[in-house]
């Protein structure tokens, strides 16, 4: 059973930094493209990063030069480093494994940008 756990949401203030993780099981993970999303409060759900299989990423605008994505196979294990955070980056962020037509989503994790 494939299951993706994030961890690492919390409150943080404007400007602040947070590092997400998460960590999978039950799938070759070094087979996986793993990407982060994000999902507002009556919005739609968002791409944030993402990291092939061979280390390519690929970042929204609203996020590049602030946050970045890595990978460890070792440890079967993503991440997202955030930083310079935004009040309206406050959602619940995602952690997504794709290969081919075979897409797997962890249960999220509360990021909240406030003072």
């Known amino acids: 059973q494939v299951q993706l756990v994030e961890s690492g949401g919390d409150l943080v203030q404007p400007g602040g930094s947070l590092r997400l993780s998460c960590a999978a099981s039950g799938l070759i993970f070094s087979l996986y493209s793993m990407g982060w999303y994000r999902q507002a409060p009556g919005k739609q759900r968002e791409l944030v990063a993402r990291i092939t299989r061979n280390n390519n990423q690929d970042y929204a605008d609203s996020v590049k030069g602030r946050f970045t994505i890595s990978r460890d196979n070792a440890k079967n294990t993503v991440y997202l480093q955030m930083n310079s955070l935004k009040p309206e980056e406050t959602a619940v962020y995602y952690c997504?494994?794709?290969?081919?037509?075979?897409?797997?989503w962890g249960q999220g994790t509360q990021v909240t940008v406030s003072s």
């Open positions: 997504n494994a794709i290969r081919s037509l075979i897409d797997y």
